[in-house]
């Protein structure tokens, strides 16, 4: 099935080059366990029309790795600190092994099934950063003017805002591929890493004290640490990641959003605070259908609120995201719910409590292993009983085409991690809102993400009813 891999060495890569790991990237790699069959490697589908060639992608791709080194990297301990394994790096690989990057499957003969096993096997591949890069691209050809690209991606090569800029930049070389339009020198430039100080947008010393401030909370989970040795953990199945990644839809027209706009002004709240508030109403019910009392629950809101330079660092966008903590004992009144999520952002963005929690995790991750960050990932304290959202991610894309083909569509299947159950990402993207339901198979069933679906988009209704009552001037 495997068809022609990347071309040549490209003399635009150079090497060796190696980046230092990073506090982020070791929270990664940490919720990175073939035991616990989790790697952290979103799938993003894009629904392709028109002629896509499979060397104009192979060559794309090498321009794509001379331009994101990191897409070419394996993760490498350092001899230094072995066999402790306190340090690891980046290490850039030879061009020639760019042909790790790509496949080609031509599934224009096969039967109808097809497409959607090779769907499933990408989803669930394993990525190991240490043998594998954090970026495989697959392109099936489903027919003579159609076709699928499979972009399978580590979280440590790039957050969703920083991804969306390498996928534009894949969609560039692919036209220049195909039509042999030269590109402009600072489309070839090789991104530059930044500093994490620099992309938390605070001076050390701030950081140094806010740092100084959470010693109390990671001294007492360093001493857990250190005693793990002395006491038995029993692996907490909750966290067990095997079971398949799967996925449905709810795709919305996206004049819904030019309707919300003068509705969202004139209450005073944000996107994201609809999208969540929504979320957490149809969560609600969707628990109590299946016999859980909700009672208080934790939005998380990655909602990628600004771009950052060197970006293919990782999780950088992050640093902007906020939590929401929500009493769901009784029915909420939405436009009271919308304003409490807006409030809680809005205090967070202003005292930097977001910053804050990021500097006292670097204060935390930086002297500890991996395998010491595995055990607080995975033989953590037993999580709440209820099947709720990990997080709510809102993406915007620009339309990626050239002169004799186009992206339709784009969707993402993000791995969940056993105890949220379920994990809701929005792409605004060609004039339609998807909203994509991941979920565990393991965990919870597909009809139920289906009612949940089901309830979503009622109460998607519902608040904007909220916002049009006179109650919400």
Not at 98 to 104: H, N
Not at 283 to 304: D, H, I, M, T, Y
């Amino acid at each position: 099935m495997s068809g022609p891999g990347a071309p040549g060495p490209s003399e635009a890569l150079l090497g060796p080059m190696r980046y230092p790991l990073d506090y982020l990237d070791r929270g990664c790699l940490a919720a990175t366990s073939l035991e616990h069959a989790s790697s952290n490697a979103p799938t993003w589908e894009l629904i392709v029309s028109g002629q896509v060639h499979p060397q104009h992608c192979a060559h794309a791709l090498t321009l794509l790795a001379s331009r994101h080194p990191t897409c070419v990297s394996l993760v490498r301990p350092d001899p230094a600190t072995q066999p402790k394994g306190h340090s690891a790096y980046y290490e850039v690989q030879s061009p020639a092994a760019i042909e790790k990057l790509f496949e080609y499957v031509d599934l224009r003969q096969s039967p109808e099934d097809a497409l959607s096993k090779l769907r499933i096997e990408i989803r669930n591949r394993f990525m190991d950063l240490y043998a594998d890069f954090p970026l495989h691209v697959t392109l099936a050809q489903t027919g003579e003017r159609s076709a699928r690209l499979f972009f399978k991606q580590h979280h440590a090569l790039a957050d969703g805002r920083a991804f969306i800029a390498m996928l534009q930049d894949f969609a560039l070389f692919l036209e220049h591929a195909a039509t042999g339009e030269p590109l402009a020198p600072d489309q070839l430039e090789v991104y530059p890493r930044q500093d994490e100080f620099s992309a938390l947008e605070i001076g050390r010393l701030k950081g140094f004290l806010w740092a100084l401030a959470g010693l109390r909370i990671w001294a007492g989970i360093g001493w857990r640490l250190r005693r793990a040795p002395l006491t038995r953990l029993i692996e907490n199945q909750w966290t067990d990641s095997r079971g398949s990644d799967e996925m449905l839809h709810l795709v919305l027209d996206r004049e819904l959003l030019v309707k919300w706009k003068p509705l969202r002004q004139r209450a005073g709240v944000g996107l994201a605070a609809l999208l969540a508030a929504a979320l957490a109403i149809a969560s609600r019910r969707w628990n109590l259908e299946n016999g859980v009392e909700p009672g208080r629950v934790k939005l998380s809101l990655v909602a990628e609120t600004r771009p950052r330079h060197g970006r293919f660092r990782s999780f950088a966008n992050h640093l902007s995201g906020f939590m929401a903590e929500l009493s769901l004992d009784r029915e909420p009144n939405p436009l009271e719910l919308m304003r409490s999520i807006q409030e809680q952002v809005q205090l967070q963005a202003a005292t930097n409590a977001h910053k804050k929690r990021l500097v006292f995790e670097r204060a935390m991750t930086a002297p500890i292993p991996l395998d010491g960050l595995r055990k607080a990932v995975f033989e953590t304290d037993e999580p709440s009983a209820n099947l709720n959202l990990s997080n709510l991610i809102a993406l915007d894309f620009p339309v990626l085409r050239g002169r004799d083909w186009c992206v339709e569509a784009i969707e993402i299947t993000t791995p969940v991690i056993r105890p949220f159950g379920v994990m809701l990402t929005v792409i605004d993207y060609n004039g339609k809102l998807r909203f994509n339901f991941n979920y565990k198979a393991s965990v919870v069933r597909r009809e139920q993400v289906e009612e949940l679906r089901r309830h979503f988009e009622r109460t998607l209704g519902e608040v904007a009813e909220a916002l049009a009552s006179p109650a919400s001037v």
